[in-house]
C-alpha cells in the first residue's frame, strides 16, 4: 500500500510539473532578432529556430539572442534543445558558443546568461575542457572578468558535441540558478550569486555569439 501511495503520489508531481511547463512556439510572431539574424526552418524533421550572431559586433558576451516575446520570468524552469554549428568563415577561437540568456530586461541592458562551449568539451586539453560551460551577466560581468576574478567558480565541464541536439535546462530561485545539460540529475553548473540580483525578472532569449551556427527547438518555460 504504501509503495503504490508513493507511485502515485511521484506521478502527481511529475505530471503537474509537465502541465506547468509552457511549450513555447517559436513562430516568427513570438520571437524578435537582437543582433542577431533568424529564420524558420526544418532540420531533421523539426522546426527550428536559426539563429547567427550579426558579424558588425565584434564584443563577445554581448546581446545577441532571439528574444522571446510576452515573458516575464523571474524563477522556475527553462528548457530548450540547442544544437550548434561552425560557420564557414568561424575565427580559430570559435568555439561553437549556444545558449540561454534569462530575465532580461525590456531594453536589452540587463540579463543573466548561460552558455556552452561545445568544442571544448572534447579538446585533448583539461583547461579547455573545464570551460565548457560558462555564466555571465551583462553588462557588468562578462566571463573574462570572471575568469580572472573568480577562476574555475562560474564554469564547468560536461560531455558535449558541435552538430549533436543538447537539451540545457536552467533552473532559476532568487540569487540560483543551475544547468542540467541532457538527462543528467546532477547540475553541471551551480551559480549561487546572480548578479543582477534576486528581484530581477524579465524575458528569455536563445542566444549565440562569434562563429556559431546555432539552431533551437522544443522551448518550454515554467514559472514559479
Known amino acids: 500500500m504504501k509503495i503504490l501511495l508513493l507511485v502515485t503520489v ?28 533568424m529564420s524558420i526552418e526544418r532540420l531533421g524533421g523539426k522546426k527550428v ?43 580559430e577561437f570559435a568555439r561553437g558558443f549556444i545558449g540561454i540568456a534569462f530575465r532580461i530586461n525590456d531594453s536589452n541592458t540587463r540579463f543573466e546568461s548561460i552558455y556552452i562551449r561545445p568544442t571544448n568539451a572534447r579538446a585533448d586539453d583539461q583547461v579547455r575542457r573545464n570551460h565548457s560551460i560558462q555564466y555571465y551577466s551583462y553588462p557588468d560581468y562578462k566571463f573574462d572578468r570572471l575568469r580572472k576574478e573568480s577562476p574555475e567558480r562560474y564554469e564547468s565541464y560536461t560531455d558535449m558535441d558541435l552538430d549533436e541536439w543538447i537539451t540545457m535546462r536552467i533552473e532559476v530561485k532568487g540569487q540560483e540558478a543551475r544547468l542540467y545539460i541532457n538527462t543528467n540529475q546532477q547540475p553541471s553548473l551551480i551559480v549561487k550569486d546572480l548578479k543582477l540580483g534576486a528581484s530581477a525578472s524579465g524575458t528569455m532569449g536563445l542566444w549565440v555569439d562569434i562563429g556559431t551556427e546555432g539552431y533551437f527547438t522544443d522551448l518550454k518555460i515554467r514559472k514559479k
Request: hydrophobic residues 40%; charged residues 30%; proline residues 3%.
Open 10 to 37: 511521484s506521478c502527481w508531481v511529475l505530471g503537474t510539473a509537465t502541465l506547468n511547463a509552457q511549450k513555447v512556439k517559436l513562430d516568427e510572431g513570438q520571437i524578435e532578432a537582437v543582433g542577431v539574424s
Open 49 to 91: 529556430v536559426k539563429v547567427v550572431k550579426d558579424s558588425t559586433i565584434k564584443e563577445v558576451d554581448e546581446p545577441t539572442f532571439v528574444k522571446i516575446k510576452g515573458v516575464d520570468f523571474r524563477n522556475g524552469t527553462i528548457e530548450v534543445k540547442v544544437l550548434s554549428r561552425l560557420l564557414k568563415n568561424a575565427p
